[in-house]
């Protein structure tokens, strides 16, 4: 069954620094989003993008956050200048809202990243 | 503003006891869509069912239940004859029409123990 991959599965980083996480989703979805999660908690919605360009994001998703699918397959969320808060579970998932909208999304195994 | 509640944190129970979950919603949409996911120790977020809003009908697939309540805003699982491998945290999660984002509840652990 086509699955989500998502790398790296854990990213060290230090405060300040830019990170970048890497996804790529089932091969004919056409919707993708990242959510995160941190330890414990709940997870949250970051951004959705479709046809090249964000079709909703949250209020986490700030200045500091980015998307891009620079090719065919790759989804990448960037956070340029990472802080202690980044510290949560990155997830990526994808959809073809085939069904409209019930279809469901389904996620990668998670990026955890880790701001030191 | 949408958002679900999963008043249960965490459920422990024995093998082969039948476990419910709870999820109740709030949405002024008349039609939305509802989701349950499972997140296993491994960390993963596996989906397991949908439901559109103006589908009341229950299912039953295999150990999974699920009931559907419009009139009640609830849509409660059940896990009927758990096993060890259940023990996971489960997710209810909201979606409006013509919105990108699944809005998640807190979740909720479930420990079966042997």
């Known amino acids: 069954e086509p699955e989500v991959t998502q790398t790296p599965s854990h990213q060290v980083t230090q405060m300040g620094q830019e990170v970048i996480l890497r996804c790529v989703p089932i091969?004919?979805?056409?919707?993708f989003y990242w959510y995160r999660q941190i330890l414990g908690q709940k997870v949250e919605f970051l951004v959705s993008?479709?046809?090249?360009?964000?079709?909703?994001k949250s209020e986490i998703f700030d200045d500091q956050f980015s998307v891009e699918r620079p090719d065919g397959s790759n989804f990448t969320l960037k956070i340029r200048s990472t802080k202690l808060e980044d510290s949560a579970m990155y997830f990526c998932a994808s959809s073809d809202r085939e069904s409209s909208y019930n279809s469901p999304l389904h996620f990668g195994n998670g990026t955890r990243l880790t701001v030191t | 503003a949408q958002k679900v509640t999963q008043a249960q944190t965490e459920i422990s129970v024995v093998e082969k006891e039948d476990v419910t979950l709870d999820c109740v919603y709030e949405t002024r949409d008349t039609t939305y869509y509802l989701f349950w996911y499972k997140q296993p120790p491994s960390g993963e977020l596996v989906f397991l069912i949908r439901?559109?809003?103006?589908?009341?009908q229950n299912e039953i697939s295999g150990r999974y239940s699920w009931n559907f309540q419009k009139s009640t805003s609830s849509f409660n699982f059940t896990i009927t004859a758990s096993q060890v491998v259940d023990s996971a945290v489960y997710f209810c999660?909201?979606?409006?029409?013509?919105?990108?984002?699944?809005?998640f509840g807190t979740g909720t652990r479930l420990l079966v123990s042997p």
């Open positions: 439901r559109n809003s103006f589908d009341e």
């Open positions: 091969s004919n979805h056409l919707y």
């Open positions: 993008f479709y046809n090249n360009e964000i079709s909703e």
């Open positions: 999660a909201l979606r409006r029409p013509r919105g990108e984002k699944l809005v």
